[in-house]
């Protein structure tokens, strides 16, 4: 889960890290309560691990991780990846919650992650959706920063990489089915 202070954009419970943290709780106890087992790594100024394991008491582990979760920092996703990636054990699938903003290592982590052998989903908050919410950013630079955002979700996915692009009004589900 990206926590980075970036992921703070729009107001109280309405932000991309909010929903990053609604959509990694749900995903966690869909995979708990199919038998696997399950980590989380959270990253903003530093990174904080919940250890790979399974049953209904670990679900409380991550839930309360999840949920004392604030904005802070500016850790890239490359420098997360290349540290994290010896710990995660060969063939894990690794579902990454990030509104992608503001990170110009994203495609060297992506790289990073398919030379290694893990397959990699990408749950993206759009931040867009919440800045138009609070009006701070002008029609046109609005449409502007939703082609780059696309550009960089067609980037992703030409990776081979799937990457559901989660509008504000969508439920995790929908996207993690389309993910």
């Known amino acids: 889960v990206?926590?980075?202070?970036?992921?703070?954009?729009?107001?109280?419970?309405?932000?991309p890290l909010e929903m990053s943290c609604r959509g990694a709780a749900t995903y966690a106890k869909q995979l708990l309560d199919?038998?696997?087992?399950v980590a989380l790594m959270v990253y903003g100024d530093d990174v904080e691990k919940v250890d790979l394991d399974r049953g209904?008491?670990?679900?409380?582990?991550?839930?309360?991780?999840l949920s004392?979760?604030?904005?802070?920092?500016?850790?890239k996703l490359g420098i997360v990846i290349k540290d994290m990636l010896p710990y995660i054990p060969s063939g894990s699938p690794i579902i990454l919650f990030s509104s992608l903003d503001d990170d110009h290592t994203i495609s060297e982590a992506f790289t990073n992650t398919i030379a290694r052998g893990y397959t990699i989903t990408t749950i993206?908050?759009?931040?867009?959706d919440f800045e138009e919410k609070m009006k701070r950013?002008?029609?046109?630079?609005?449409?502007?920063?939703?082609?780059e955002r696309e550009n960089m979700v067609s980037e992703i996915?030409?990776?081979?990489?799937?990457?559901g692009d989660w509008r504000s009004d969508e439920s995790v589900n929908t996207v993690l089915q389309g993910g």
Request: aromatic share 4%; glycine share 10%; net charge neutral.
């Open 68 to 75: 004392s979760i604030s904005p802070k920092g500016n850790l």
């Open 2 to 15: 990206d926590a980075r202070e970036v992921s703070a954009v729009g107001g109280g419970k309405d932000t």
């Open 34 to 37: 199919e038998r696997n087992n």
């Open 137 to 147: 950013i002008p029609g046109e630079p609005l449409l502007v920063a939703r082609m």
């Open 56 to 65: 209904e008491h670990h679900l409380f582990k991550i839930l309360t991780s």
């Open 157 to 163: 996915r030409s990776f081979g990489m799937d990457v």
């Open 124 to 128: 993206s908050p759009s931040s867009l």
